[in-house]
């Protein structure tokens, strides 16, 4: 997801939206969707109706539709196009998260990795009001950050698959932190996508990604009207919780 404005518009989110299932495969995403739905179910409020901001390829949501009924908003159409073959049964709207208004409320709001991409406080705490709005007192709002600048450390990975036909998309990842006295980071990618018929191709791009300190997600969080907590200590076997949580639950 690419929130609108002067934001680079990245490759990954246009063009080669429709490698993403090969670049990260959907079945990585189960044992953190299994801890999520456990987090969900905390809320004051029985959960069913999810707003997913930020769905991408539609992953996260995947493993959680069926039980909870998702509606998935991304700014990116050719994201969309792909989280809809994934997920036919679910809602899908194009918008920003910063500025989406649906006029209707929901359960529970998630936010998943696609808020790496608001880079600035004023963002971060546009997407948190968002988040509010959509959000039925005793509900919450989940979010998931890769990174925090608490703990952020350099580094790199990588991951891939290949597809029945032959198809391979594959990435390596190498993040920096070039300022540390601001909010966000670089995360170099190198792209890899073979076609069924043998031709590669080859994409490097840098993506510039939120990187925010606990204790500006809890002042925002508690300012938009939230009861604020960083973590969860909920139990779910099977389950992997993210490196990074923060919950905001609505006062009924």
């Given amino acids: 997801m690419?929130?609108?404005?002067?934001?680079p518009e990245y490759r990954l989110y246009q063009d080669l939206a429709g490698w993403w299932p090969l670049i990260s495969p959907p079945g990585e995403y189960a044992a953190e969707a299994a801890y999520l739905a456990a987090v969900l179910g905390t809320a004051d409020i029985p959960v069913r109706e999810v707003l997913d901001l930020g769905c991408g390829g539609g992953h996260v949501a995947s493993?959680?539709?069926g039980p909870l009924d998702l509606t998935l908003v991304d700014r990116s159409a050719a994201m969309l196009a792909t989280s809809r073959r994934l997920n036919p049964g679910c809602a899908h709207h194009q918008g920003d998260m910063r500025t989406l208004r649906l006029g209707r409320m929901f359960d529970a709001v998630l936010v998943h990795d696609a808020i790496d991409y608001v880079t600035t406080e004023a963002g971060l705490r546009q997407v948190i009001d968002t988040a509010f709005v959509h959000c039925r007192p005793g509900g919450m709002a989940v979010f998931v950050p890769d990174y925090t600048a608490d703990t952020f450390?350099?580094?790199s990975g990588g991951g891939g698959s290949t597809a029945p036909d032959g198809r391979q998309g594959s990435f390596?990842?190498?993040?920096?932190d070039p300022d540390p006295s601001d909010d966000w980071i670089e995360v170099?990618?190198?792209?890899?996508?073979?076609?069924?018929?043998?031709?590669?191709?080859v994409v490097r791009e840098t993506h510039r990604l939120g990187a925010f300190r606990q204790a500006s997600w809890l002042r925002l969080l508690a300012g938009a009207g939230f009861a604020a907590a960083a973590g969860s200590s909920v139990r779910a076997p099977g389950g992997q919780r993210p490196a990074h949580l923060f919950t905001g639950r609505r006062p009924g």
Avoid: K
């Fill in 63 to 65: 493993h959680l539709s």
């Fill in 2 to 7: 690419v929130a609108a404005g002067a934001e």
């Fill in 188 to 201: 170099r990618y190198e792209f890899v996508l073979r076609a069924a018929g043998g031709g590669t191709e």
């Fill in 172 to 176: 390596r990842e190498w993040r920096s």
């Fill in 153 to 155: 450390q350099p580094g």
